[in-house]
């Protein structure tokens, strides 16, 4: 019995082995005769022949991808024992192919088992190595991500202060803008939630014409209980502003929200912030996660803390992962501490979104998050 594994990233390899004569994949395979006659061998030799050429081109094309799987030397001893593996059939095919006998039932049913063989596992490597890519970003990604997430960051100003924000959407496809609550204090030159009635310019660029920019103007969202959408800077420090109904904005503004019960981020993982440092918009910095749980006495929220730029003015705009997800909201930089920055950790303000009936969790998030007691 001949069987092969199924896989769905290389179903030409596979069905071209499947549809071979004398093979049908989890059955046994019977001859007629137990001489095999030279033409039905040359085909049958000169279709498995090309199957492992074509398999050993897309070890290597996919090889050619990621070059840094070479220095790995368990890696590079099972690709030289699959590449010298199929080297060997090729030669074992050549050598029958120049014999003019007939071949012999049993002599093709032991190829037919080598290929088999040779194909689980070149397609295992090729399979691991796809693996490995799909956690890798290219410079060109990066591009891409940056292209996707910063038209949906903000700037967010007033009374000759600014900030940065986010849009985000909640699980009803409702849109807001995220930012801190030290934002909309510094606008507002007070902390008293009762004086949180005032307007904020919202200022979108859209990565695209700096000259005309789209500005609207807003205020804090109020709750269901009257209250408004603000957790003072010394609480959770973060604020959620209105989308008015009279602004239609691109359905493809909004980022999502990184589900971190799911995949929580690692210490080393590469993150990119996003805002208006000294008011210039759109800029980027790039950095890694340098703790993912860092407490603080600047509020009650734990930090993300990264060495990617934060300055005065990045303060509520968006830290993202390279899937461009949303992980955190900028908050912190020391001056004169050049890579020590913070950003509140998407856990944090899911769990505070939670609370103000903006529902932005799924269910295995909230068992994780907010547990039941």
């Known amino acids: 019995m001949i069987t092969i594994r199924k896989t769905t990233n290389y179903p030409d390899i596979q069905n071209k082995f499947l549809t071979m004569p004398y093979h049908k994949a989890t059955t046994t395979t019977t001859l007629s005769s137990p001489l ?30 990621n070059p840094q799987r070479l220095k ?21 095919i050549q050598g029958l192919n120049n014999n003019n006998a007939p ?19 070149i397609l295992k490597e090729l399979n691991n190595i796809n693996n490995e890519l799909e956690k890798q970003v290219t410079l060109d990604e990066i591009v891409d991500i940056v292209a996707n997430v910063a038209p949906s960051t903000v700037m967010v100003s007033g ?70 959408a603000i957790s003072g800077s010394n609480e959770h420090d973060l604020a959620i502003l209105e ?20 995949e929580p981020l690692q210490v080393g993982e590469s993150l990119i912030a996003i805002g208006s440092p000294l008011g210039e918009r759109d800029s980027i910095s790039f950095g890694i996660a340098s703790h993912i ?17 934060i300055n005065p003015g990045n303060s509520g705009g968006g830290l993202f992962d390279l899937k461009g997800r949303l992980v955190g909201i900028n908050t ?39 547990p039941t007691t």
């Open 36 to 65: 095999i006659d030279n033409k039905t061998k040359a085909e049958t030799l000169s279709n498995v022949q090309g199957i492992i050429n074509i398999a050993l081109f897309s070890l290597n094309q996919t090889l050619a991808k």
């Open 72 to 92: 790995n030397d368990e890696s590079t001893n099972a690709l030289s024992q699959i590449l010298k593996q199929g080297e060997t059939l090729v030669e074992n």
């Open 103 to 121: 071949l012999v039932e049993t002599e093709m049913k032991d190829l037919l088992d080598e290929i088999n063989n040779f194909l689980k596992n």
């Open 159 to 228: 009374n000759g202060a600014l900030g940065s924000g986010v849009i985000i959407s909640d699980n009803n496809k409702n849109r807001y803008i995220i930012t801190n609550a030290h934002v909309i204090e510094g606008i507002d030159g007070s902390s008293n939630e009762s004086k949180k009635n005032n307007s904020y310019k919202v200022t979108l660029y859209n990565g695209s014409d700096y000259k005309k920019p789209f500005e609207f103007d807003t205020k804090l969202v109020t709750l269901s209980n009257g209250s408004k």
């Open 243 to 262: 989308i008015p109904k009279n602004i239609n904005l691109t359905p493809t503004l909004g980022v999502t929200m990184r589900d971190s019960a799911k």
């Open 293 to 309: 749980n860092r407490s603080s006495d600047l509020n009650t929220n734990h930090h993300i803390q990264t060495d990617a730029a």
């Open 332 to 370: 912190w930089g020391y001056s004169g501490g050049g890579g020590i920055a913070g950003a509140i950790k998407i856990d944090d303000i899911k769990k505070v979104l939670e609370g103000w009936s903006i529902p932005v969790m799924s269910d295995s998030e909230k068992k994780v998050l907010i």
